[in-house]
């Protein structure tokens, strides 16, 4: 009788990645999901607790984002040569413990005080977006590997999201049992321990070439006007999400924290497996699904404008982040790879964006500053998202192979 024998093979585990990841690329990695842990528990309730604070007033609020947004842009003209002294780790590591007494003094703030904590929260919240974003986004766009990009991006908004289920529906709970300032500890807490994951990141020499003039002109070089327009827009975009939604959603579902935060959590929960999908299209088909994601995130804007009831607060939300997903990851990746493509002007040019989002974000909140005053319902504002994500989607070529 004749034996037989199967001949062994060896089957490879699908991996989701090309590459290796960087170790420099894991440290950035666990820094965000720890911070995020701490942000999630504010992404919707903080602009609200401020709101608050601020005797709900819309026209308040947008003046308190005024001049955050304004210090910010200053410190993205004025400090970045301090940078090269400081060093790009350093600045990371020092931005957690800034994070901590922001959170502590808004933990301090009261209504009978706020006059007075107020300018120092604004202060702390706005270096720590220098000390972090700058150095930040110079290492992502150097520790990611450029075939794995769009993938590395949406593996890091998936891990976040997966943050973002649980946070909401947890913050809503202890601002209802326990209040806001229990949570503003927690944020500080939070924060500490963010700082661990930064002591094992790599150097990175670069070094901070530009004057405060050069940068301002830069900003309005002719040949850099459709980079400029695409951050303008870009900046201008996300102030809509940073305090007018949650806001408004506040006000609609009158100030009940735990169904604010439930909402929130179904809404992350339905898109958290398309970050990974859209990370693997990114790489693959990169201008279609910027283009397409582009036209669909405006109508989500749209709808918006028409939200009425909590079941309006979930489809129009879920569909919105639905559709982020397709249109913020590639342009993320896209972003990422024109910053590598600068070689030695890579720092130079993620504070050029930064000076870019700023001034467009300061212009947002002018507009809806001005709006507050003449329009009765929040809703109408959404418009201004519609135009915003329309233009982005319009110039997002115009930028691959810019060079500043």
């Given at each position: 009788?004749?034996h037989f ?44 607790f ?19 947004y304004?210090?910010?842009l ?26 901590v ?16 904590l107020l ?43 997966l ?11 202890i ?25 094992k ?21 002719k040949?850099n ?13 996300t ?52 283009k ?8 989500g ?25 397709f ?23 993620n ?6 989002l ?20 929040i809703?109408?504002?959404?418009i201004?998202?519609?135009f ?6 319009v110039?997002y070529?115009k ?6």
């Amino acid at each position: 009788m004749e034996h037989f024998t199967i001949p062994h093979r060896h089957f490879k585990k699908p991996h989701y990645f090309n590459g290796k990841l960087s170790k420099g690329f894991k440290s950035l990695l666990t820094n965000r999901i720890i911070t995020n842990i701490g942000t999630g528990f504010f992404a919707i309730f903080l602009p609200i607790f401020l709101y608050e604070i601020l005797d709900n007033n819309l026209t308040f609020l947008a003046f308190y984002y005024l001049i955050s947004y304004t210090l910010s842009l200053f410190f993205a003209i004025l400090l970045p040569h301090s940078l090269n002294k400081f060093g790009f780790k350093k600045a990371l590591q020092f931005s957690t413990l800034i994070g901590v007494f922001y959170y502590l003094a808004i933990f301090l703030l009261k209504e009978d005080n706020f006059l007075f904590l107020l300018p120092l929260v604004i202060f702390l919240i706005s270096f720590w977006r220098f000390l972090y974003w700058v150095p930040y986004n110079i290492d992502f766009s150097k520790f990611t590997n450029i075939k794995d990009r769009g993938k590395e991006i949406g593996f890091i908004e998936a891990m976040l999201s997966l943050i973002g289920i649980i946070t909401p529906i947890i913050a809503g709970f202890i601002i209802i049992n326990f209040g806001f300032n229990f949570l503003f500890l927690i944020g500080c807490l939070i924060f500490f321990f963010s700082f661990f994951p930064l002591i094992k990141l790599p150097k990175t020499r670069e070094k901070f070439t530009w004057s405060r003039k050069e940068i301002i002109k830069k900003v309005f070089l002719k040949r850099n006007r459709k980079l400029v327009l695409f951050f303008f827009l870009d900046g201008a975009e996300t102030v809509l999400g940073v305090f007018v939604w949650p806001v408004f959603v506040y006000e609609l579902l009158q100030g009940n924290y735990l169904e604010i935060g439930f909402i929130s959590s179904l809404v992350v929960l339905f898109t958290i497996v398309l970050q990974l999908t859209a990370g693997k299209l990114v790489d693959k088909n990169k201008n279609k699904v910027i283009k397409t994601g582009g036209l669909f995130y405006a109508l989500g804007w749209f709808l918006k404008v028409f939200t009425l009831t909590s079941l309006h607060v979930f489809v129009f939300d879920a569909f919105h982040q639905f559709m982020k997903v397709f249109y913020r990851i590639p342009l993320d990746a896209l972003v990422f790879e024109t910053a590598f493509k600068q070689k030695h002007l890579i720092d130079e040019f993620n504070v050029f964006r930064q000076v870019c989002l700023f001034l467009g974000r300061l212009s947002m909140v002018i507009l809806i500053t001005i709006l507050s005053l003449f329009i009765s319902s929040i809703n109408w504002i959404f418009i201004l998202g519609v135009f915003s994500a329309l233009f982005i989607s319009v110039f997002y070529k115009k930028i691959e192979d810019s060079l500043i």
